[in-house]
């Protein structure tokens, strides 16, 4: 059985905030994560919010480095979905 890979976005934060500051990857390359699992914590201008996964899998790849302003919708990282 082979895993799907999908490319997981950057959430829409709300409140007319756009874009982010990625302050750290909870999970890392390789590791597994479930539905609702924090996968990666920001900041915007309002609060600091954890990123949760959409869906269980494997974390494949981060698309971008701690420190990283991110915009909703940006690649963040990819999945090997179940």
Known sequence: MSDTVEQMRVPNFGHGLR????????????????????????????????????RGGRVLAHAVPAGTIVKAGDLLYELAAD
């Open 19 to 54: 874009e982010a500051l990625l302050l750290e990857w909870v999970a890392g390359v390789g590791d597994r994560v479930e539905r609702d699992d924090v996968v990666a914590v920001v900041e915007t201008d309002k609060a600091t919010t954890e990123v949760v996964a959409e």
